[in-house]
Structures are given as C-alpha cells and as structure tokens.
C-alpha cells in the first residue's frame, strides 16, 4: 500500500453501502450520483455495490431490480455479495438457514416477492411451502444475479468487500465466510492489509475513515442515509441520502 492510497488513472470509483431493501433511497442516492459524474471531467466510472441489497427494508425485489437496470449512463457495475444474499441464496435450497434468515429481515424478502413469510417458531413442514413458492416466484435473472455475485473487487490501492478481511491473511487467501461475516476481528485491527478495505456490513451513524479501512454501512433501512464514498485520485469524499 502506498503512503496515500489512490485510484487508477483516470478512473472514478463509487462504492454504495448496504441498502437492505430501500429502492427509494437508492435511487436518490443514484440521481446524486449521476449529477456528480456529471460534474467533474470525463473518467472511466465504476458504481461498486458492497452487498446486502436484501432483507429488512420492503423492497427488496425493486432493489435488486434497480441493481441489474438503472446504473447512470456510461458506469460499469461490479455487485459484491454480502451475508444477506448468501442467506437468501441458501433458503432456495436449504430450509435450515429460515429460521435465522427470518429473525434477520428474510421475511420482508420473502413479502417484496409476493411470498408469505413463514413465522420463525414454523415447523420444517411450513418452512419448504415458503421455499417452493419462493423458488417459483424468483425470475430467473435474479437468480443468477445471487449466482454470479463477487466476493471481492480491487482497484488501484483500495480493497472492496461485504464485510472485512481476516487480519494477518493474505487478500488472496481471505476465506469467504470472513469476507461476509467478519466483524469485531476486523473492526478492531490496526494492521495495515496491503490494501485500504472499503466495506459495509457493520452499521455506523457516519461513514468511519480509519489508516486501513473505510466503512460506509450507515443503516439505510433504519436511518434513510445511504451512503457512497467516491474516490478518484488521492481524493475521498462521500455522498449520502
């Protein structure tokens, strides 16, 4: 990692935090966006999802929807998976994971795609009538959205995940249940991971700017800030809902 960490050349990066199901804010937070880029010189523009489009906030099909359609003109999409598409991901085969994946916003998923979501104390029985009528109501280009979803992207002196990273490995060798689900091992680390890690997943009233990390989940569902952080150059700034 370089003393200060920047972009490639001539590239502008805009990395949008956890959205969990609020389409309104993301296309707020879209429109900011399109205005920015429109602003500034001509550059090679990505728009990087950090994950956990799903679960809590109502609208979940609409976001992923909104993912796959409605970037700003002339943007390049890189989507991340976070821990939430990986419980949604697992429901459609595996009804072990509903019961957690309930408790943990599921259900608003499962009402965003016409499916009645089953209560958590719901018995096995109950549980796999959700699962078929959810793997009927899914359109398929959703489904392979869940499917070809990144764990990472790296650009320039910047690392983008759902989560973190396990310090002390490599970024090559990070295992995927810690780029998901790590936190406080994460959080808490002051070592420098060869790269400034951007993530979300761990909610923040503001975005926290630390030597190693970024973090940019502001609790969109609950708060109706959605956040990106935009780095272009040596420059970070952020936009917010």
Known sequence: ???????????????????????????????????DAAARPPAFQQLIYLGDYVDRGPASQEVIDIVLDEAPPGFEVVALRGNHEEMM?????DTGVARTWMMNGGDATLGSYGVEAPSVFAGTPI?????????????????????????????????????????????????????????????GSKVNFGKIVVH?????????????????????????????????GTERRFLQT
């Open 127 to 187: 549980h796999r009538h959700a699962q078929a009528l959810f793997r009927t109501q899914l359109p398929l280009r959703h489904k392979e959205f869940l499917v070809n979803l990144a764990d990472t992207y790296a650009a320039g002196d910047y690392f983008f995940v759902h989560a973190g990273v396990r310090p002390g490995v490599p970024l090559p060798q990070q295992r995927g249940e810690d780029l998901r689900w790590i936190r406080d091992e994460f959080l």
């Open 89 to 93: 991901q697992r429901f459609l085969e």
């Open 200 to 232: 979300g997943h761990s909610i923040e009233r503001e975005p926290v700017v630390r030597t190693n990390r970024i973090g940019i989940d502001t609790g969109a569902y609950a708060s109706d800030h959605l956040t990106c952080l935009v780095l272009e």
């Open 1 to 35: 990692m370089t003393a200060v960490a920047t972009t490639p050349p001539d590239t502008r990066l805009y990395a949008v935090g956890d959205i969990h199901g609020r389409a309104d804010l993301l296309r707020r937070l879209l429109a900011q966006i399109a205005a």
